[in-house]
């Protein structure tokens, strides 16, 4: 950046830059406390005149202080401190009625102070320390128009002239900045400066069009404003050219996570449109997250009823997240840079490499070609079978198709979401439905390295096979023999009382086959016994194989384990299988990775325990299934409260990307041991 020089007569703007994104946020949010004070009126109509004196200071306050805080950077602060502060006191009549709505205020406001007096700039951790002062200040805008629209939707204010008019201030804002940004970069940054006005171009004619629709008016300006921010992001070449998000794909670990959030994101706030209900009304920002990471992390765990209040657009959503969730983001960029004839650099290969289980990175796009494949024909298979099913049943065929390409993608992606009330209880005395649905879990489950060497290891061949697919094979078989014998003995006079005997024989194999990640049910789960629960919470602990769109600690961990246990009271400290030595490495993170789920259970129960009321029993099945990424319920989730969804939110996000960002962390640090300490045994058991 360049420095102007004491004798220059007047400072260039780049001087100030660093402060440049705060001042965009500034002038945004400058009428928020108007919004707020309009808000809280309607509360405490008696104090609306000094409510409205108070909200128009507030407002006058953060407008000064944007002005000032590039250049007076200590009286900037203090002023949006102050103008922040009295937004607050306004917001408390709205706030003292919403303990939740209290907490997000009182931890947004932490943050944006901690923002607001820290000295890195805003977005200095996408391409340098300080970034040019319009960039910046455009960049600050938008981030603060996005983040002010998912609030006003959250908190569903009136849509009066008047709060249109302020909320529609800090888009104006954004876009006024934007196009400055554009007309002063149209040499230097030519494409992105016409992506800018090409976004705002488009975003304005849609606005024009839909100005009476006032829901589909800003959320389309949101979507262009979001547009503009990956624009704005300006990349920083770096080894390998990829720009700012150059440090998540050489960290798998964090690439995982990071696009696991920003799905999760995205589908919260598509489903909070309301264009994403039948009433047409917002579910609001906690049930839309709730049901967005339950879709992403393939849980199944619901709040709201998915065929009686999503419409069609919201249910299309609620899958294309189950679809994208379930197969994984890296799968599918690494198919669509391998369908554009790019190539990773080593670092991003290396990262691919360790989330789609593949040793040989020659054969990366191959293997996630595969993968696509894979998933792509077994679930038009499963839809085509499923609709053919639910149309001889007297179902018209556009919704047979629809319902039958939901419950396939669903069951594949071992999701549990589906498009009946009351999940396949209707079909339980419909076989074929139940082993389609049976067969797709299983598949999905089993993971696409354990599918593609079955044929090897059911006739064998010259080509070897892993002993990892071996024993993914063998232990899905004995958990769900198993999980059948033991579901048909405890419930032959309980919940499958009533059925026909074959139907018990159908239903009891269905059940073993859901119930360790799947998430669909065929009976009434509040009528099983209290051995069966506790037989269900061990093999939702366990889950599916790993590579897998299953969920819990995976089947090899469990299965290297016991095997260590057997060896161990044989008195062998090594463990062979399949005609392979088990790396003391492996042994290790299996150990590591169920110690961890342990630990995470117990506490994810002391907060559901403390925060809900509910039975021992139904909040231990709740954390559970949420940690497995099951999506059974026993009645729990229905009585949460928003304490309890939040908590319940982590666990299924936890449950999903824990596991796996626990192990590539491990993989990725070979620390070598210390040396020049003696070795001691230490007594343990």
């Known amino acids: 950046m360049k420095e102007s020089s004491p004798s220059d007569p007047k400072p260039t703007r780049a001087r100030y830059a660093e402060h440049a994104g705060k001042s965009g946020v500034l002038w945004a949010s400058a009428t928020a406390p108007l919004v707020i004070a309009t808000t809280s009126v309607d509360r405490l109509p008696e104090a609306a005149r000094w409510m409205w004196l108070a909200g128009a200071l507030a407002s006058l306050l953060l407008l000064a202080a944007a002005r000032s805080i590039d250049r007076h950077t200590l009286w900037g602060r203090r002023l949006a401190t102050a103008g922040g502060g009295l937004a607050a006191v306004l917001a408390g009549p709205s706030l003292i009625t919403s303990p939740f709505a209290t907490l997000v205020v009182l931890v947004a406001g932490t943050l944006a102070l901690r923002a607001l007096w820290r000295e890195e700039s805003i977005g200095a951790g996408f391409g340098g320390a300080t970034r040019p002062f319009y960039e910046s200040q455009a960049l600050g805008a938008a981030i603060a128009t996005v983040a002010l629209w998912l609030v006003w939707v959250w908190v569903q204010i009136e849509t009066s002239t008047l709060t249109t008019a302020f909320v529609a201030w800090s888009f104006a804002v954004t876009t006024a900045l934007a196009v400055e940004w554009a007309i002063r970069n149209r040499q230097q940054h030519r494409r992105r400066a016409l992506a800018v006005v090409l976004v705002i171009a488009v975003a304005a004619a849609i606005a024009a069009g839909l100005w009476h629709h006032w829901w589909w008016l800003t959320s389309s300006l949101a979507m262009a404003t979001t547009a503009l921010i990956v624009i704005l992001l300006r990349p920083v070449a770096g080894a390998d050219g990829w720009g700012w998000w150059e440090s998540m794909l050489g960290r798998p670990e964090r690439l995982f996570i990071g696009t696991f959030v920003g799905l999760c994101t995205v589908g919260t706030v598509l489903l909070m449109l309301p264009q994403s209900t039948v009433a047409g009304e917002s579910i609001g920002l906690l049930d839309a997250a709730f049901t967005s990471t339950s879709a992403v992390c393939v849980t199944g765990l619901i709040v709201l009823d998915t065929p009686t209040v999503f419409s069609g657009f919201g249910q299309l959503v609620v899958l294309l997240l189950i679809q994208v969730g379930g197969l994984g983001i890296m ?41 696509l494949l894979l998933t792509l024909g077994v679930e038009a298979i499963g839809a085509l079978w499923l609709t053919g099913l639910f149309a ?196 290790h ?25 509910m039975p021992t029993q139904t909040a231990v099945f709740e954390v559970v299934s949420a940690l497995g990424t099951v999506g059974l319920s026993i009645g729990g989730t229905a009585e949460l409260d928003s304490i309890g969804k939040i908590a319940i939110i982590l666990c299924m996000f936890v449950g999903r990307v824990g596991g796996l960002t626990l192990l590539m962390f491990l993989s990725s640090r070979d620390v070598p041991p210390a040396l020049g300490h003696p070795e001691e045994h230490v007594a343990v058991g």
Do not use: Y
Not at 350 to 359: Q, R
Not at 594 to 607: E, H, N, P
């Open 392 to 587: 001889a049943s007297g179902e018209a065929l556009g919704s047979a198709l629809w319902r039958g390409v939901f419950t396939s993608i669903s069951a594949f992606c071992n999701a549990g979401f589906a498009l009946q009330s009351d999940s396949l209880v209707p079909f339980q005395q419909s076989p074929m439905v139940l082993h389609g649905v049976a067969v797709l879990i299983v598949a999905g489950g089993l993971s696409p390295l354990v599918v593609l060497a079955l044929p090897d290891i059911v006739r064998p061949s010259a080509k070897p096979v892993s002993a990892q697919a071996r024993l993914a094979l063998a232990a899905t078989v004995v958990l769900l023999v198993v999980g059948f014998f033991f579901f048909l003995a405890f419930e032959w006079h309980g919940s499958l009382q009533g059925l026909p005997f074959a139907d018990r024989i159908h239903n009891a194999w269905f059940q073993s086959v859901t119930l360790r990640t799947a998430g669909f049910n065929s009976i009434d789960l509040t009528a099983v016994g209290p051995a069966t629960i506790t037989m269900m919470l061990l093999w939702m602990f366990v889950g599916g194989n790993p590579g897998g769109t299953a969920g819990g600690i995976k089947t090899t961990t469990v299965s290297i384990l016991l095997l260590s246990v057997v060896e161990a009271m044989r008195g062998r400290w090594t463990l062979d299988v399949f005609g392979k030595r088990i790396s003391e490495r492996s042994r």
């Open 331 to 371: 799968t599918f960029s690494t198919a669509a840079l391998w369908a554009l004839g790019h190539r990773l650099s080593l670092r991003h290969e290396g990262a691919v490499a360790s989330l789609i289980s593949t040793e040989d990175r020659g054969r990366l796009f191959i293997s996630a070609r595969q993968i």
């Open 589 to 613: 993170k299996a150990a590591v990775i169920v110690a961890v789920a342990a630990f995470i259970g117990v506490v994810a129960l002391l907060v559901i325990q403390l925060t809900q009321q």
